[in-house]
């Protein structure tokens, strides 16, 4: 089993900046994704990074703006997604998302966070 736990969301100005984290618990998988769902969009990817090489997969979107990290701490892994110049179609619940291969489905990912919600105001 894993736990995904998401924080850091909020409230912010178009050009501004905001890292998420989720905290991660329970059995390592080899993948770790961040994907968000507007209103009444379908669930879209934004990031993907390997446990074991750091690589690191983002959507077209977000690329240059947005950085996804792991941080390891003895049995505390913690997936960060640092989110800068941020834009009003940013605006979406963000989910993290462990899986097995570091992929754009969603549907390849096994285990999901309750989300965090992100607003951008123009």
């Known amino acids: 089993q894993v736990h995904l736990v998401e924080s850091g969301g909020g409230l912010v100005q178009a050009g501004g900046s905001l890292r998420l984290s989720c905290a991660a618990s329970?059995?390592?998988?080899?993948?770790m994704g961040w994907f968000r769902q507007a209103l009444g969009k379908e669930r879209e990817f934004v990031a993907t990074i390997t446990w074991r090489g750091g690589r690191t997969y983002y959507a077209d979107s977000v690329k240059g703006r947005f950085t996804i990290a792991i941080s390891r701490d003895n049995a505390k892994n913690t997936v960060y997604l640092q989110m800068n110049s941020l834009k009003p179609e940013d605006t979406a619940i963000y989910y993290c998302?462990?899986?097995?291969?570091?992929?754009?489905?969603?549907?390849?990912?096994?285990?999901w966070g309750q989300g965090t919600q992100v607003t951008v105001s123009s």
């Open positions: 998302a462990a899986g097995l291969t570091a992929d754009y489905s969603p549907a390849n990912y096994n285990y």
């Open positions: 329970g059995r390592t998988f080899n993948a």
